[in-house]
């Protein structure tokens, strides 16, 4: 049974740090995109961060320069490592893993990733 989950969230003050992990089994990682998607309350979910098999990263134009994805194979974990939080950053952050395709990948579809974590709280405030 393939599974994702996350953890590292919590609370945290304007201009903080945080690291969320996605430790995932039952499906062959090393092959796998894993995305990191946040629902705000109210919005839309939306597209954060992604790293394909060969590590090639993209990144929301909202989060670029503050926030950086990794992958370790031999963990079967993406981490997010978030930095220079905002309040805006406030939402529930999902991880989601799908076959990865050949070349980058440059925009968020939910449709490309067939296995979806629960989610992480990460609230921004003072």
């Known amino acids: 049974q393939s599974q994702l989950v996350e953890s590292g969230g919590g609370l945290v003050q304007p201009g903080g740090s945080l690291r969320l992990s996605c430790a995932t089994s039952g499906f062959p990682f090393v092959n796998y995109l894993i995305g990191w998607f946040r629902q705000a309350p109210g919005k839309k979910r939306e597209g954060v961060a992604l790293i394909t098999a060969t590590t090639d990263q993209t990144y929301a134009d909202s989060v670029k320069g503050r926030f950086t994805i990794s992958r370790d194979n031999a963990k079967k974990t993406v981490y997010l490592e978030m930095n220079s939080l905002k309040p805006e950053d406030t939402a529930v952050y999902y991880c989601?893993?799908?076959?990865?395709?050949?070349?980058?990948?440059?925009?968020?579809?939910?449709?490309?990733?067939?296995?979806w974590g629960q989610g992480t709280q990460v609230t921004v405030s003072s």
């Open positions: 989601a893993a799908g076959p990865s395709t050949n070349g980058p990948v440059r925009v968020f579809l939910e449709r490309m990733y067939i296995y």
